[in-house]
């Protein structure tokens, strides 16, 4: 059996070599199919990973209040949808003082500039840099880690010092080859000296999360007095088996502070950390199945496009198969023959298609600023797709070529010596390429 399976690949070998052109563009057909497949599956992957990496962080354990619930869909057509008011200072401040449900803490925050330039000794940054108030509870709840220095405590913000806390990527440009800590940076004319350097966190959908500074919420409430400033409420709920009860007790008190009656709605979004996780990565399920159904049309086509390729290399070569058949050759041994050419021009596409698709993916994913990581899934999908495509497409060329009879008019053909000296010749020429046959 292992010989016969050599020698047929040999043969097979040979029959592709010979048919280098056709073969190609057969390979070309099947890889085509297998990259969309593995290329889509492979961004939609590192977008996972990202959401995971972005907003896992945060931990199963938080939610946010906001002006907007931007975890759900919001219908614009909707004649019902109001416009949320803001979440105000005195609000937030006013939620701030009352919640004082067990074993969470809660963070006050709030974006006050988002292109501001920032200035050290005689450098400076481009106006692009998010000046974020804080508290000392911001980094935790928001999953950020102190590198360098230290997190803001309650004495920094308590008496409104001059703090602040850096992005990493202020490492790569106004403190390239500097240690930034102790170090004097100056916003809007005020000084401010630099506590701390916050983890890398990359870009979530093109926003750097690197380019900001963080400082105390009085300070920047004084230098960035723009009105109809919204205000941020995230909380952390350090035993995760409260936080439904946390959640509801967070409404109510949210409701309370802005006086609403029982009948009326909440005008304020609550995100949880968890169910916006799972929202977004809802939305990825749509992509995995689009590029299935891609993938699938194309990789259809490529199989119909093999199995053509292998019939019409059945047809041109039926003195090759009568010729072995005379000598001997079995019905199996032939069908194996062809079936094994299919396998191999299926599988020679498969790998250049799965190649080619990783490629393309880890390209649009550094493009766009997904993580990427090894989409083995994907891999062996392709895989199994591309060996069922094979089989599908092998099996009716295989078994054209087994019930093709030798030659018809044997009688006939050896009754006159230069046909049998065509025969002798062209089996000379078959057994020179095969070397030996398999005979019943």
Do not use: H
């Amino acid at each position: 059996m292992v010989g016969l399976f050599k020698e047929n690949t040999k043969i097979a070998l040979d029959s592709i070599r010979s048919q280098a052109l056709r073969t190609s563009l057969t390979v070309m057909i099947i890889a085509i199919g297998i990259t969309a497949l593995v290329g889509i599956l492979t961004v939609v992957s590192a977008l996972e990973n990202t959401i995971l990496k972005d907003f896992a962080s945060m931990g199963a354990n938080t939610f946010s209040i906001s002006q907007y619930d931007f975890s759900s869909e919001i219908n614009q057509n909707d004649t019902e949808q109001r416009v949320n008011p803001i979440i105000s200072y005195p609000e937030a401040k006013a939620f701030q003082d009352k919640y004082n449900f067990p074993f969470t803490t809660t963070s006050l925050s709030f974006t006050a500039g988002s292109a501001v330039e920032v200035k050290y000794g005689e450098k400076k940054t481009d106006p692009e840099i998010s000046i974020v108030g804080v508290d000392e509870n911001f980094c935790p709840n928001k999953g950020l880690e102190v590198v360098k220095g230290r997190n803001f405590n309650s004495f920094d913000i308590s008496n409104n010092n001059y703090v602040c806390i850096l992005g990493s990527d202020f490492e790569k440009g106004l403190f390239e080859n500097i240690n930034p800590i102790d170090k004097t940076i100056s916003i809007r004319g005020a000084k401010f000296k630099v506590i701390g350097v916050l983890k890398e966190k990359g870009s979530t959908f093109g926003n750097s999360q690197d380019l900001r500074v963080l400082i105390p919420t009085q300070v920047a409430r004084s230098l960035f007095s723009a009105p109809n400033i919204n205000y941020d409420l995230d909380v952390m709920v350090t035993n995760e088996a409260l936080l439904d009860e946390a959640v509801d007790d967070a409404i109510i008190t949210m409701r309370r502070v802005r006086k609403l009656s029982p009948v009326e709605k909440d005008n304020f979004g609550i995100e949880r950390s968890d169910d916006l996780i799972q929202t977004l990565l809802s939305n990825t399920a749509v992509l995995s199945i689009s590029a299935w159904v891609i993938g699938i049309i194309t990789i259809f086509g490529s199989s119909i496009a093999l199995m053509n390729i292998m019939l019409v290399s059945v047809t041109e070569r039926t003195r090759e198969i009568g010729v072995r058949k005379s000598l001997g050759a079995k019905r199996s041994t032939i069908a194996w023959q062809f079936f094994t050419e299919t396998l191999i021009i299926g599988q020679i596409g498969g790998i250049v298609g799965i190649i080619l698709g990783i490629l393309i993916g880890f390209g649009i994913a550094s493009a766009i600023g997904f993580s990427f990581t090894t989409p083995w899934m994907a891999i062996f999908w392709a895989f199994v797709v591309t060996f069922a495509v094979t089989i599908l497409s092998g099996l009716i060329p295989a078994i054209k070529a087994s019930i093709i009879t030798s030659f018809p008019s044997s009688k006939a053909f050896f009754s006159k010596t230069s046909k049998v000296s065509a025969i002798s010749s062209e089996a000379s020429l078959i057994l020179g390429r095969s070397n030996c046959f398999t005979f019943s």
